[in-house]
């Protein structure tokens, strides 16, 4: 990836280009399969985390492509006059890639994350919605913040067993970064993404905000109307954490000397 389609938002090279840009260059890379490539999200609540947790911190700055999900990603490359002009979200990302491989004849995909019901669901809808698409696994993990060596294994070996291109992990940030960035080298696999909420989306059990919503950057809203107690940190606490980084930064940039 070019330094051209990155800038620097508090600290992070956050991907710039849009989705399209994006959508393209990971079903590109995926064709070429020269590595294992991965993708996470940048939310002000992911970067106030971060601060606090190390590894995470590390696995964001690892991912190959670190898309500006969440408006006030927008908002920040706008006080730095900085190129990011669309907020890219994981859902985007999901539809995107998986209907460019749909209309380019079909890949391999594998579904980690969540509960069986959801992941029966996800199998459903992706058979009507991307037809020249093949789930090949889909896997739920024990839901706790940590695992043993002995489950870490049980997953890599079900996932390489099924041969998969694409490789879609929807546990809870930072719970997911992490996974991946760990093991990113023992997985058989030519893309990853780190997409959180977007199995829940997906089938419809949580609904996104309204799409009036979305295009206003107030996705955030409805969602924290509906969970106030999951939620409030976010817009309350881990906002005015990163917009003080934000505000930092262009200071800094502000007062150096212009060649």
Not at 38 to 66: G, K, Q, T
């Given at each position: 990836?070019?330094?051209?389609?990155?800038?620097?938002?508090?600290?992070?090279?956050?991907?710039?280009?849009?989705?399209?840009?994006?959508?393209?260059?990971?079903?590109?890379?995926?064709?070429?399969?020269?590595?294992?490539?991965?993708?996470?999200?940048?939310?002000?609540?992911?970067?106030?985390?971060?601060?606090?947790?190390?590894?995470?911190?590390?696995?964001?700055?690892?991912?190959?492509?670190?898309?500006?999900?969440?408006?006030?990603?927008v908002l920040a490359s706008r006080l730095l006059q900085g190129a990011v002009r669309e907020r890219v979200t994981g859902a985007d990302v999901f539809h995107g890639v998986n209907q460019h491989l749909n209309d380019r004849g079909g890949a391999r995909v594998f579904f980690i994350g969540s509960t069986e019901e959801t992941l029966g669901r996800i199998r459903e809808k992706m058979a009507l919605d991307y037809p020249s698409l093949q789930v090949v696994g889909t896997y739920s993990p024990p839901f706790k913040p940590e695992y043993s060596e002995t489950e870490l294994d049980e997953m890599v070996a079900a996932i390489n067993a099924a041969k998969p291109d694409v490789l879609w992990v929807g546990?809870?940030?930072?719970?997911?970064?992490?996974?991946?960035?760990?093991?990113?080298?023992?997985?058989?696999?030519?893309?990853?993404?780190a997409i959180g909420a977007v199995f829940d989306f997906y089938t419809g059990r949580i609904k996104r905000s309204p799409a009036a919503f979305q295009r206003l950057g107030l996705e955030w809203l409805p969602r924290l109307l509906q969970e106030p107690r999951r939620l409030w940190r976010r817009t309350f606490v881990s906002a005015p954490i990163f917009l003080g980084h934000v505000v930092r930064q262009r200071l800094r940039s502000g007062s150096e000397p212009r060649a």
């Open positions: 990836m070019s330094e051209a389609s990155l800038e620097n938002v508090a600290g992070y090279s956050v991907y710039a280009k849009g989705l399209v840009a994006c959508a393209n260059e990971i079903t590109e890379a995926i064709a070429r399969g020269e590595r294992p490539r991965w993708l996470a999200c940048l939310n002000p609540h992911s970067f106030a985390v971060a601060l606090d947790e190390p590894e995470f911190e590390a696995a964001l700055r690892d991912a190959d492509w670190l898309i500006p999900d969440g408006a006030g990603i546990m809870t940030a930072p719970k997911q970064e992490v996974w991946i960035h760990r093991l990113r080298d023992r997985l058989d696999v030519k893309f990853a993404a």
